[in-house]
Nanobody, 120 residues
Framework: QLHVVESGGGLVQPGGSLTLSCAAS????????IGWFRQAPGKERERVSC????????HYVASAKGRFTISRDNAKNTVYLQMNSLKPEDTAVYYC?????????????WGQGTPVTVSS
């Protein structure tokens, strides 16, 4: 099982920033592409961004482009999601998972997620 632990969420005002972390538990992160996903209240989980196992290839959904930055530090076994210019519509529980990079299809176990609330 490819378990992960998400952290870094919180309450932030519109226009603010947060950095989320995704730490691998029980496996070596650098062998896998990793994706960030989010699920807003009453909505289905959606893809946000994916990064290849080397970090050389990255994909963002349209709503994240220009505002979010995915990165990884394989030495720390961690993937990050830097989120800037946050909007109320970014409010969701954010999850990460090991993925198949070409499709960003999740193949790992879902963690508990980290909640992000954007509100004034």
């Amino acid at each position: 099982q490819l378990h992960v632990v998400e952290s870094g969420g919180g309450l932030v005002q519109p226009g603010g920033s947060l950095t989320l972390s995704c730490a691998a538990s029980g496996f070596t992160l650098d062998a896998y592409a990793i994706g960030w996903f989010r699920q807003a209240p009453g909505k289905e989980r959606e893809r946000v961004s994916c990064i290849s196992h080397t970090g050389e290839s990255i994909h963002y959904v349209a709503s994240a482009k220009g505002r979010f930055t995915i990165s990884r530090d394989n030495a720390k076994n961690t993937v990050y999601l830097q989120m800037n210019s946050l909007k109320p519509e970014d409010t969701a529980v954010y999850y990460c998972s090991a993925v198949i990079y070409e499709t960003c299809f999740p193949i790992g176990s879902w963690g508990q997620g980290t909640p992000v609330t954007v509100s004034s």
